[in-house]
């Protein structure tokens, strides 16, 4: 049972680059989020989801996209990447999402920088 | 959304009782309190969650009073490893909830 994991754990882009950051998850969670983090903040929510092929946009959507076509990964990409992205990700998982007492499992995080 | 007020940072030693308390003034009849722990260069992990009084578990105990404005997290006997970030929650949801800056916690030897 591996939990969260995210892929890929560091990456470095050039403006106007995308990519795409992978989120996987073994628990059979129905809701999966997206986070940054940066310097001195707390997590920002961008996107989540509340089941396979439902995504909806958080506290800080703009300049990402998400989708969701398994219920195990969950996929946040960045179409032209900017330095206001260079932050850390961090994806979540829970059972379901629509009681805060559903505890939420964070994943490693990937360190995104982009020049 | 409840807002959250707790302080950016406090410094203990090991072997003390460390309380960090957090307010959340405008908290709705069904908000739960939610803590999280995040150590450096890891993602945030749950501790602990209430909703009225006194919760314990095998980490930490929260205590709420009865008019849930604020909620104190305690932690017995802090070692180095207890050093992180302390996050407190409030929220109906998980969507809902946000994490604001923390609590940067250092215990020292």
């Known amino acids: 049972n591996a939990g969260v994991t995210q892929t890929p754990k560091f990456r470095v882009l050039k403006t106007g680059q995308s990519m795409t950051l992978l989120c996987a998850q073994d628990?059979?969670?129905?809701?999966m989020y997206w986070y940054r983090q940066d310097p001195g903040m707390g997590l920002r929510l961008i996107h989540y989801?509340?089941?396979?092929?439902?995504?909806a946009k958080g506290e800080v959507p703009d300049g990402y996209n998400v989708s969701r076509l398994k219920k195990q990964n969950f996929l946040l990409g960045l179409e032209s990447a900017a330095p206001s992205q260079t932050s850390v990700y961090f994806c979540?998982?829970?059972?379901?999402?629509?009681?805060?007492?559903?505890?939420?499992?964070f994943g490693p995080g990937t360190r995104l920088t982009v020049l | 959304l409840a807002k959250t007020t707790q302080p950016i940072s406090m410094d203990s030693y090991e072997g003390q009782e460390v309380n960090i308390t957090c307010s959340h003034n405008?908290?709705?009849?069904?908000?739960?309190i939610t803590w999280y722990q995040q150590f450096p260069s890891q993602g945030p992990r749950f501790i602990i969650q209430?909703?009225?009084t006194k919760v314990t578990n095998e980490v930490a105990s929260l205590f709420i009073p009865a008019d849930r404005k604020s909620s104190t997290l305690s932690l017995p006997r802090v070692s180095l490893s207890d050093t992180a970030v302390y996050y407190c929650?409030?929220?109906?949801?998980?969507?809902?909830?946000?994490f604001g800056a923390g609590t940067r916690l250092t215990v020292k030897p």
């Open positions: 979540a998982s829970s059972y379901t999402g629509l009681l805060s007492t559903d505890t939420q499992y």
């Open positions: 628990m059979n969670h129905e809701y």
């Open positions: 989801s509340v089941g396979e092929g439902t995504t």
């Open positions: 405008n908290i709705a009849t069904n908000d739960y």
């Open positions: 209430g909703y009225k």
């Open positions: 929650l409030v929220g109906p949801n998980n969507n809902d909830m946000r």
